[in-house]
């Protein structure tokens, strides 16, 4: 066939088509394209990428409108700004950004800032942080929000503007009539409190009081909704008060969600139930929540793709405290899998970090879990996550007791532990039980190992195990007894070291933290001896198989050290 025939073929069936009620789009695009008609081309290119954000293809929605665009359509800022909207509900938050800069270059005024803004939280979220930081800053600027620049102003202004919360109190107005400079001012103030929270939680912290200030000033119900979702979220890191707090604030989220009634509102009342019963140490009834929010967002949700993958690191961290490490591995593996095709680094480092630990330690793979950690490690440096160093030099401590090298990692990280102090994360319980527990863990390992180092490790670890037992968060008293009942073995108080283990079993246990109680109830075992303590012995064991745990001595060295000599 001659190309002139070619072409009045592609011509004939485009006609033929056009004729026809339903026809496919990608159809006649292929067509008109083939028949070298760029005008219509382009019109079914557009009305393809239509169709496809209406099914949820967003990739592909995607693809049709650079596709467009190559085409030579008129108005590029409009589909560069749609081209970049798809690309953020597919989660590729690095090329929307791309998008939106396009976008934005082509525009002025307050759509240009609206469209930067955009690009800025992209580019945040994914784990951008130096690239959404100078981003974002040229927008704060442009609405004259003040940007902190230095750690005591981020402090001084997150006390002044929590302290202006408690005065003006919690309520609202419902007002849905806002001039759009002062909704601008909120969505920027909330993107960059979720945005900045990742390199910098003083910072994130500093934006999320001024985000809940200004939404419940305007009094939009979806930015309520947003504002005291994050509230929630918050009060619930800090103990039983917190969680008190937060069950409140919770209600009020679920109140709104119903109203508003997308399903949008709907995930994110579930997502924040999620995280709330987490530091309540409700796992499983954590699971379920962001089980479901996992669904509803995947089938029936647009601009939440963040929220998406902070469902999944729930899910983690709630796998990771039962000890179902099949399961815990199946997440991390999906999460790290469709992190790493959407370039989000931050999430990608975040699962990456549970492969390493506890998933790798668990199957063996201490080499693998080894060099996994440093390289996410180094990724998360190189990328300023400030989220993901408790859970690294946590990590750090778990490969050298689980290699019984407790002495060098103890002298190694020591000086780690006592920097921590200065990361925002230890003023909250959850984060304070985990690296307390670790720390006098390790402490009390080191102790076991080696004379020259006892007094003072046994000190440190006895300090910690006072610490842990006076916390409200919920694991961390059982954590404290464990800890107490391997310094009672150390210093030669068998009946107070099996007292500890007693209650630090069933206390974990009954909240469903069953690795923890295996460990315990191996080490109970052993000390009890007999036909009683080689039958507890063997269920516990048991326990560890099925979590996939294939060395029990070792892994038993994690949670409850002090038994070893």
Known sequence: ??????????????????????????????????????????????????????????????????????????????LHRRRGEALANAGHGREAAGAFQAAAALEDGATQLDLKRRAAVQLLLAG????????????LAAYAIPMPTSRRGAVAGLLLRRARLKLRGMGWKENNNIDPATLARV????????????????????????????????GEPTRVAAALSEEAKSASYFGERGLTRARSLLQQVRELARRIDTPEARANALATEGLVLLMGAQW???????????????????GVHAMLFDTMTCQAAALYSTGDMPALEAVSRRTARDATLRCNVYHAALARLFLAFPVALAQGQLAYSRSSLEESAAFCGEHGIQ????????????????????????RAQEPAFLAMAKNPLMRASYALTEVSSWRGRLALAAADQDQA???????LAKRLAKTLLGLSFPSAAPMGHALRAGIAFVTGDKTQAESDLRTAGDRFEALGMTIWAAATRRRLGSLVGGD???????????????????DFDAFTRLWAPGFDH
């Open 532 to 550: 009683s303590g080689f039958i507890m012995s063997n269920r516990a064991e048991l326990v560890m198989t099925q979590a996939g745990v294939q």
């Open 128 to 139: 951008y942080s130096d690239e959404g930081r100078a981003e974002l800053a040229d927008v």
């Open 453 to 459: 180092e006892r007094t003072r490790c046994l000190a």
């Open 1 to 78: 066939m001659s190309e002139t025939d070619r072409t009045q073929t592609h011509r004939g069936l485009a006609a033929a088509l056009l004729a026809q009620r339903d026809a496919d789009p990608e159809d006649l695009l292929h067509h008109y394209r083939s028949a070298g008609d760029e005008t219509q081309a382009r019109q079914f290119a557009i009305a393809a990428a239509d169709r496809a954000v209406s099914q949820f293809a967003f990739e592909r929605a995607a693809d049709l409108l650079a596709l467009a665009l190559a085409l030579g359509v008129d108005d590029r800022a409009t």
């Open 284 to 302: 499983t009834e954590s699971l379920e929540k962001n089980r479901a929010a996992e669904t509803l967002i995947r089938d029936t949700c647009t």
């Open 387 to 410: 989220a993901a160093e408790i859970h690294i030099l946590n990590a750090r401590c778990a490969l050298g007791m689980y290699a019984n090298q407790a002495v060098d990692t103890y």
């Open 187 to 218: 969505d920027t103030c909330w993107d960059a409190s979720r945005g900045l929270v990742i390199s910098d939680i003083l910072e994130g912290g500093y934006y999320q009081a001024e985000h809940l200030l200004r939404a419940l000033s305007c």
